[in-house]
């Protein structure tokens, strides 16, 4: 079974500096791992995605991961955030199931706040 | 493309009445995924679908959830009778089962917020 844990629930930024957010994982095969966002009141976005190749991923926005199997971890960063990025975001373990089904896991979110 | 249709986009009804949920994929997409996102939380898998056979209803309250994939396209959850705990965003998503399927993206619908009173 894979699990997902996202260290901060809540992360307060000011505009214009990094953004990093942090998430670990647990996956008994190797898992595909992906960012989505949640503005209010919309639907869940893929922000980026890692599915063994590099492991310094590249997404919409600004935004990048790097998985690092040694730490099982996929933090999120960007280099300096915008007002517009204030959203829940959520970390993702796509990995088999028991019964060879696909499973996704979702963490359980990390809310960030933009302050200007 | 079009995305992930769901419907209603809000639904308030009152304990012990029944609702349904429904969700059209996107064309062409095996995979099917019910999921519920209780407020403060992150979304839990309900139920998942390849085609029109269930691959995993292991996290479903089976005595009052029930949902069916008739033909392998679209897909309807219900609830009966509801609860005060079943207030929630019902979220539904599909995937392809192309090559390398561990690494493709889930689509979601932006989901059906239920509150029941």
């Known amino acids: 079974a894979q699990s997902v844990t996202q260290l901060d629930s809540h992360v307060s930024v000011s505009e214009g500096t990094p953004v990093l957010l942090r998430c670990n994982y647990s996956s008994s095969y190797s898992p595909s791992l992906f960012w989505y966002v949640q503005h209010p009141n919309k639907g869940l976005q893929l922000l980026l995605k890692?599915?063994?190749?590099?492991?310094l991923v590249k997404g919409i926005n600004g935004f990048e991961a790097e998985f690092k199997k040694s730490e099982t971890s996929f933090h999120l960063t960007k280099p300096s955030a915008h007002m517009s990025d204030a959203a829940e975001y959520f970390c993702?373990?796509?990995?088999?199931?028991?019964?060879?089904?696909?499973?996704?896991?979702f963490g359980s979110g990390t809310q960030l706040t933009v302050l200007p | 493309e079009a995305g992930v249709a769901q419907s209603p986009r809000y639904k308030i009804i009152e304990k012990r009445q029944s609702v349904a949920f429904w969700c059209n994929p996107i064309?062409?997409?095996?995979?099917l995924y019910w999921y519920q996102q209780i407020l403060g939380q992150g979304p839990k898998l309900l139920i998942q679908?390849?085609?029109?056979?269930?691959?995993?209803d292991s996290q479903l309250p089976k005595d009052r959830f029930s949902a069916e994939r008739l033909k392998g396209v679209d897909s309807t959850l219900k609830i009966q009778p509801a609860k005060l705990e079943d207030s929630a965003v019902y979220l539904c998503?599909?995937?392809?089962?192309?090559?390398?399927?561990?690494?493709?993206?889930?689509?979601f619908g932006q989901g059906t917020r239920l509150t029941v009173v």
């Open positions: 064309s062409g997409h095996a995979t």
């Open positions: 890692y599915t063994s190749a590099a492991t």
């Open positions: 679908f390849q085609n029109n056979g269930v691959v995993d």
């Open positions: 993702v373990v796509s990995a088999l199931s028991s019964g060879s089904a696909r499973q996704l896991t």
């Open positions: 998503a599909s995937s392809t089962l192309t090559g390398g399927w561990l690494g493709t993206e889930a689509f």
